[in-house]
């Protein structure tokens, strides 16, 4: 079974920058790759940025040239480095992994808490 702990989120002003950070932990096989996710309050959750075991990057439209996504293997960590921040970056940002928990098993999802991130005046 695998955990995820996600930490950095904060209140910052608009125009600021923030970087959070997801540690992976637990048994698995192979890690097919991390993301973040979003929820802001009454909305669905939405895709933010994935990286893959290739290291091959996805964002949403809205984070693109504003928001980072890496990771450190060896320390199973994957970051969202966020700048420029706007009020609607605004939500709970949860860190998402796809394991394989032994060879040619069926990959598993696996969810953080959630960080809280609050951008306002």
């Known amino acids: 079974q695998v955990q995820l702990v996600e930490s950095g989120g904060d209140l910052v002003q608009p125009g600021r920058s923030l970087k959070l950070s997801c540690e992976l932990s637990g048994s698995y096989f192979k890690i097919y790759g991390m993301g973040w996710y979003r929820q802001g309050l009454g909305k669905q959750r939405e895709l933010v940025a994935t990286?893959?075991?290739?290291?091959?990057?996805n964002y949403a439209d809205s984070v693109k040239g504003r928001f980072t996504i890496s990771r450190d293997i060896a320390k199973n960590t994957v970051y969202l480095q966020m700048n420029s921040l706007e009020p609607t970056d605004t939500a709970v940002y949860y860190c998402n992994a796809e394991t394989a928990p032994a060879p040619y098993s069926i990959p598993r999802t696996s969810w953080g808490q959630g960080t809280q991130v609050t951008v306002q005046s």
């Open positions: 990286i893959t075991d290739g290291h091959f990057t």
